[in-house]
């Protein structure tokens, strides 16, 4: 079903991050779901996480190990998201962290768990614990696929992208690997995410590159407004390049930034275009706000209605339910009586008028397309935002409504 | 399809209330769809209006016309929402209320229009005007169930409530029509509401109490989050009963306010009950949350889940999807560390954790019920607040993705 997405075939390996999979049998039989990622000493580490307030077991452990020491082990499972768990959850997750430490020698707070799955369900630590003398010695600069592989859940397609710049004469890097099919998935929880660079940088300004490339990448993209419970990404920067970010120049800053924003915004519009039941890969342009805010608003407003949605499946180019959608925003400043709207190039409104070069077919033949740009301009403004969206489908409705039975 | 919804049967007269339908063939062939509402001199009229900014013409003139003058007419029409229609659709709803205004010998600014139906089709005014003789002949105060009928669009059954009252030794009624069949339908829209009582009631207290009930009402229910064009609720009270509001002891206004939102409630419940493919009626109710705006924000993100809602219509107890949604929520002061939730009178989780005695048997069972109340205990203050919703089936992707086709 995905949306003009194929299986990765490369990803360039960052000097300092080993990885290796495994089959612990957690809830799928004959894949491996177990991933072990193993971070360089000096190298520094950032990570958002969901800000779901019944947040999962992991995600809390994580955040608290992350605050005040340098991880040196990430391990994740697929098929159980260890959520909804309570105090069995939690002991569950620092299990785990302990396992992978003493593995390791090295303390539990330097392990930073993740789960993705079923919610409800306690984790079985046995089964990872089982596999970590096997994963110890499979550890391997290239097993990012592998990798990528092992963390799906509902997914149909492994999301893995790379890229290499030349920075001061030297190669830099950056990977990265996803997985995720809705912001939230019917019990299968989330979206997670782990890149690495070999360039080095200083933690907070990894951070905030982290959170700046979020931004736009994975904080711009809904396939049906649920967020979920385990949502996290990772940003590992190893230094091995020996290129530090601090004495590069301001030209060289920028193409990283560009690189790593890339990279992050192809990894999220691979969770939208593998989004459940998903026909289509929209995306939804707001131009001209009168600020940010308002630009993100109106677009999460377009992309999140289920009757532009359902428009959008049966390829309808409903003008009136997207401007409905833009218009019921709570933002005090909106209004549309100056909006423009555009349909993959088409002009639809003009100014608040129906376009007088519009027509339904050209309208319907725009909307034929798998890929549909949505563009209002607001004219209130200079501020801009993309959010990126799938159609809304039988095949959604199916995938969520008996994934238990 | 809708849940335990039946064609009214009675609708009191309100005294000072007239009332006529014709059939204009604006859209539909054999059936009415157009009425036209005649207040009694001396009423006092209150109104609310839809949100959105890309609110249709007729709403926007309505809205003018109230401001100083005492409406005398209301004139709707189903079939066209004279929506995005820019000024081709000012011109026409001006020249609606001109024509009624002219017919009756009154003001224009005393004539209120309100349109429901496709967007952004030009609405022929001279489909209303053709009519206008022969419903000012057919004027009566017994025709509350035929408007009920004569405003529907996509509704399957037509909502009419009724309920008489003693107050100071008289009959003092409340009588009101509704449509709708999601907060917006595809083109369709939206949800008109039309209620009247014979008490006399001075205006600005009349606009106060329809907020008042509007915000236990409609203001209560969501089918699929999007709001309307279109949506209007009005109210009026005549004073032919003689009795004064301000003359009556706090008790009686009690059981009058009581009675109104009764009424309203009633009305909204029936949107729900008839929403688009819905199969379950579904009250989402927070209890014990920090502020009514706490309990509202959560009611409103589980109603509005996509994923609680295809997990309803499969008869899912997904307690998971339920907590994720209310999770969810950007209130800074949410936790759901000592949240309970029960499914129809089963307790599901208890302070956090999953109840001991919750089993996965008896929450199917509890689910199976067409009628199902999802009730969150916050455990952070004692406000509480609820929202009635409906399931997402594949119905209701059909409807919305066929509809224009």
New interface residues.
Partial sequence: MAVKLTEPTQAYSVDGVRLATASAGIRYVGRDDVVLIEIAQQSNVAAMFT?????AAPVALAKKHLKDNAPRYLIINAGNAN?????LGMDAAIATTKAVAEHFNVMPQQVLPFSTG???EVLDVSKIENQLLSMSNGLSEDHWLLAAKAIMTTDTVSKAYSKKINIAGKDVCVTGIAKGSGM?Q??M?TMLSYVATNLEIPSCILQELLCQAADQSFNSITV??????NDACVLVATGRSKVSYESITLDEKDQFKQALCWLMQMLAQAIVRDGEGATKFVTVCIELAGYIKQAKTVAYSVA????VK??L??S?P????I????????DED???SEASLYINGIVV?ER???AMSYTEQAGKQAMQAEEIEIKIQLNLGLAQHTVWTTD???E???I??????
């Fill in positions: 800000q779901n307030k019944f947040c959520a909804g768990t309570g105090q079923v919610i409800g939230i019917p019990n929880a049906d407004s649920d967020t979920s419970t999140n209605s289920p009757l359902t428009a499946s049966a309808d409903n003008w009136g339910r401007m409905a959608a833009a218009g019921k925003c709570a909106l209004q549309l409104m608040g008028e129906l809304l489908t039988h959604y409705v199916s969520n409504a008996d994934y238990r039975s």
